[in-house]
């Protein structure tokens, strides 16, 4: 109590006596979508950066994730009432600077913060742009992984002398690994979330689509053919046979895997945290190690999406180019000290961090983080990306066959003809 | 004459206010809406005028007719029992004077919930693995997934949840009903379900239309607890026709396509209340 009055006091006097130096304080007004150990992570590199120089002060503002952050961005930006940095997926990128709401970012503007294009991994990069121009700087990429019990695959036979899992290659393997689990221990052989309005089963069947080379869209249409319902059908299976719940909602399926009583689990990294945080804790009862998603057809594409840094158009509020150094200062001040971000799960894209002896070693990083070399985004569409218009869509009729209420075709049917009218419409401008 | 006109005077400066705040905030919005169904446009931008390509496109939209497929389900679901339930309230509020106030308290309660705590409470209620309902009922079912069960269970915390204020406006009806009528019906000899059917029932008719009129055009009105219950799920099995109009502008960024969904709805929802409000009157007249 009495250093809390202490330091308002002290906050008070900084505020009243700054005098004209304060003056030169560029304030960046910053909206993020990242919340419980990611939105720590980011406040912490915040006062980091906050308290490592004196011009400029970032202040952030986290919002709801998904829809609700960015129907905001969108709408506040084009009032010009928008924040002066914005945290965004770069699948929403097509979307975002198709529509009007970035601003490009020039390769002169990032180079001034010590920034260059080849820093970054290339994947990553190349979906930071949009016909041509930069708009945006990629901070991360968090792809799905494939966690597993090494006490339960162990009591399945799925381990190799070191202890590590063995080899999975093709859809019948990683199938027969679930049976093994759930037949040797009676435990479910995946945790997964398959409620409805749900979105891993869309990333799981787009990573697995992509193994196939089969876009979801191509030229305005759909493009994933046959493939897509055998695909849908192969994931079904896993529940309708009883190797995984149908109907589990996200916190359901972590906690079901996390209290060891799944094999595996199939989910992005970002749970990564929580394991190692149990761990230390004591809570998780079980050793656990993470492989990435397995090759299950031609080849190991794994869906995957970035968090990127970008700069919203304030419409009637072009930015000073003060206000511009004083954010990219901040962005490039986040990409060297990304290793923290790292700790998050996500697998950092900065190369002089991705690439550093450092982050080589970071356990359990390390054990997927080869990954990152075959990760696929969303196609480009402005209508796809997190949380978007054509990710609804599927989020609500794909999980459908995983509790047998309608059959693989007839749910991308159904999917197809909701989704068609997307397709056919030009892009918004907002 | 002057008494008249000041009179008149008198009556539009108390009506202002309402004039004002009725045409700021529904007449212009209803008539920018209007526009708005009628050009292409983004959550943000009004641009190309269409004409009415709009209404065309939801004509042969089937995400557009199912939706209202379900929102008249919903109506099926609710109207009548609310209706019913409240009457009943009310004459078990009526008939037992001593502790009319407790019930009336413990009937009206939960209309005072906001719908973020009501839809709480039936999701806690109806949890696949620990809710009561599965407790008490010895099943494991996920209610809200269920393709049968999911709008059921949201018309039944719908109808505990609201059936409060009907119960009000028949506790009105009630005590307007004159005594003597009770008293003539008890010297003829009248008892207990002839003096609800020949007097109280007749009586309270006025009351009855406006409580099923009324009724509708909430049901059909209904977003929030469909919203929040299910999402519209599974499958949008229980995505209503507001909840369609809010996808298609917030999430797809179409206002002017939701823009024609509202005014579609609109024209359907006072269509059905004035047929409704016709009808009931018409058999009142014959009876």
Redesign the interface.
């Known amino acids: 109590m009495r250093a809390g009055q202490w330091s308002a006091v002290a906050l008070a006097l900084l505020l009243c006596c700054g005098g004209p130096a304060r003056a030169e304080v560029q304030v960046v007004q910053m909206w993020t979508l990242l919340s419980g150990g990611d939105g720590a992570r980011m406040r912490a590199l915040i006062e980091s950066f906050n308290a490592s120089q004196q011009e400029v002060r970032v202040e952030s503002t986290t919002l709801k994730w998904g829809?609700p952050f960015y129907?905001k961005v969108?709408?506040a930006t084009?009032?010009g009432a928008g924040p002066d940095l914005a945290t965004i997926h770069l699948s929403r990128l097509p979307n975002l600077a198709g529509?009007g709401v970035l601003r490009p970012i020039t390769t002169a503007e990032l180079a001034s913060a010590g920034l260059r294009g080849s820093d970054f991994l290339p994947r990553q990069w190349a979906r930071s742009h949009y016909e041509g121009g930069a708009y945006a700087v990629p901070l991360d990429t968090h792809p799905l992984v494939l966690y597993y019990n090494k006490d339960l695959a162990g009591k399945a036979g799925l381990l190799d002398a070191q202890g590590r899992l063995t080899t999975i290659v093709g859809m019948p393997a990683l199938t027969n690994a679930f049976r093994a689990v759930k037949e040797k221990t009676g435990k479910a052989g995946l945790a997964m979330e398959a409620?409805?309005?749900t979105y891993a089963i869309w990333r799981l069947w787009l990573s697995l689509l992509a193994q196939q080379g089969l876009p979801v869209v191509a030229n305005g249409q759909f493009a994933y053919g046959p493939a897509g319902e055998r695909t849908l059908a192969a994931i079904a299976h896993w529940f309708r046979a009883g190797y995984a719940t149908a109907?589990q909602d996200y916190p359901?399926s972590t906690s079901q895997f996390m209290a060891g009583n799944a094999g595996f689990m199939i989910n992005g990294v970002w749970e990564v945290p929580e394991l190692v945080r149990g761990t230390k804790a004591g809570t998780i009862g079980f050793r656990y190690g993470i492989a990435p998603l397995p090759q299950l057809y031609n080849n190991a594409s794994t869906w995957a999406d970035s968090h990127g840094f970008a700069i919203p158009a304030n419409a009637g509020r072009p930015m000073t180019p003060e206000k511009t150094r004083a954010v990219l200062k901040f962005v490039a001040y986040v990409s060297t000290h990304s290793f923290g971000w790292a700790e998050g799960g996500h697998i950092p894209v900065y190369r002089p961090v991705a690439e550093s002896a450092a982050a080589r070693a970071l356990m359990p990083n390390a054990e997927y983080a080869a990954a990152a070399a075959n990760v696929v985004y969303d196609p480009a569409g402005w209508?796809m990306g997190a949380a978007?218009?054509l990710e609804?869509i599927a989020s609500?009729?794909l999980p459908?066959p995983l509790?047998g209420?309608?059959t693989p075709a007839d749910?991308l049917r159904?999917f197809e003809?909701?989704a068609q009218?997307?397709l056919k419409?030009?892009p918004?401008?907002? | 004459m002057r008494g008249r006109r000041s009179e008149m005077l008198s009556a539009m400066l108390l009506l202002l206010p309402f004039m004002a705040a009725f045409v700021l905030f529904f007449l212009l919005p209803a008539l920018q809406t209007l526009y708005l169904s009628l050009t292409?446009s983004?959550?943000?931008?009004t641009?190309a005028f269409v004409g009415l390509a709009n209404y065309d496109?939801l004509i042969h939209?089937?995400?557009f007719w199912s939706s209202l497929g379900n929102t008249f389900y919903f109506s099926l679901l609710t109207v009548i029992p609310l209706t019913a339930l409240g009457l009943v309230m009310a004459l078990l509020v009526d008939h037992f004077t001593k502790a009319s106030g407790w019930l009336q308290g413990a009937f009206f309660l939960p209309y005072v919930l906001p719908i973020s705590v009501m839809t709480l409470i039936a999701d806690w209620m109806l949890q696949?693995?620990s809710g009561i309902v599965n407790h008490l009922l010895g099943v494991q079912r996920?209610w809200?997934?269920d393709?049968d069960w999911a709008m059921p269970v949201v018309a039944i915390a719908t109808v505990w949840w609201t059936v409060g204020f009907n119960m009000l406006i028949f506790i009105a009806g009630l005590r307007n009903i004159p005594r003597e009528q009770y008293e003539a019906a008890a010297l003829d000899g009248a008892r207990g379900f002839a003096v609800f059917r020949y007097i109280t029932w007749p009586a309270l008719m006025p009351v009855t239309i406006t409580a099923l009129v009324l009724q509708l055009i909430a049901s059909l009105k209904v977003f929030g607890q469909t919203y929040i219950m299910?999402?519209?799920?599974?499958?949008?099995t229980t995505r209503v026709t507001l909840h369609y109009m809010y996808?298609t502008a917030?999430?797809?960024?179409?206002a002017g396509y939701a823009a024609a969904v509202a005014m579609a709805f609109m024209f359907i929802v006072v269509a059905l209340g004035l047929a409704q409000a016709l009808l009931l009157r018409k058999r009142k007249g014959r009876a």
């Open positions: 829809e129907t969108i709408t084009v009032a529509g409620a409805q309005s109907g359901a209508y978007g218009p609804a609500k009729f459908a509790a209420q309608l749910a159904r003809s909701e009218r997307l419409k030009r918004p401008r907002y | 292409e983004s959550l943000t931008r641009s496109t939209d089937p995400s696949p693995s996920a809200f997934s393709v299910t999402t519209g799920g599974p499958f949008n996808e917030f999430t797809q960024s179409d």
